[in-house]
């Protein structure tokens, strides 16, 4: 089973991309899904979570600007992202957690089992 990301690239600043990841031994009630990105020197950081009735959470720093979504009948989870800035130049990771009563979404990398290799975004001012 493997979680494999694509849609990155180069964009200027305000520009716009969505990110897909193929999940597709990672769909149902079973699991929550996340994306998260680690720039150079940095640490990885969760961007957004979704669980399997779509709901959602986003990091401060990308709210109102990138929307989390997954399309159930095609296995993929996207990330649309607008108005990007140079400071979201990052490797973006699509990764799915196990679901628990108490666990159903989560930005915290450690909650997560499953990774995909990552696709790479830059944005140049």
């Known amino acids: 089973a493997q979680l494999v990301e694509s849609g990155g690239g180069s964009v200027q600043s305000g520009g716009s991309l969505r990110l897909s990841c193929a999940a597709s031994a990672y769909t149902g009630s079973r699991y929550f899904m996340g994306w998260f990105r680690q720039a150079p020197g940095k640490e990885r950081e969760g961007v957004a979570t979704?669980?399997?009735?779509?709901?959602?959470n986003y990091a401060s720093s990308v709210k109102g600007r990138f929307t989390i979504s997954q399309d159930t009948a095609k296995n993929t989870l996207y990330l649309q992202m607008n108005s990007l800035k140079p400071e979201d130049t990052a490797m973006y990771s699509c990764?799915?957690?196990?679901?628990?009563?108490?666990?159903?979404?989560?930005?915290?990398?450690?909650?997560?089992?499953?990774w995909g290799r990552g696709t790479q975004v830059t944005v140049s001012s």
């Open positions: 979704i669980d399997s009735d779509g709901s959602t």
């Open positions: 990764a799915a957690g196990l679901s628990k009563w108490w666990l159903t979404r989560s930005l915290s990398q450690s909650d997560y089992r499953y």
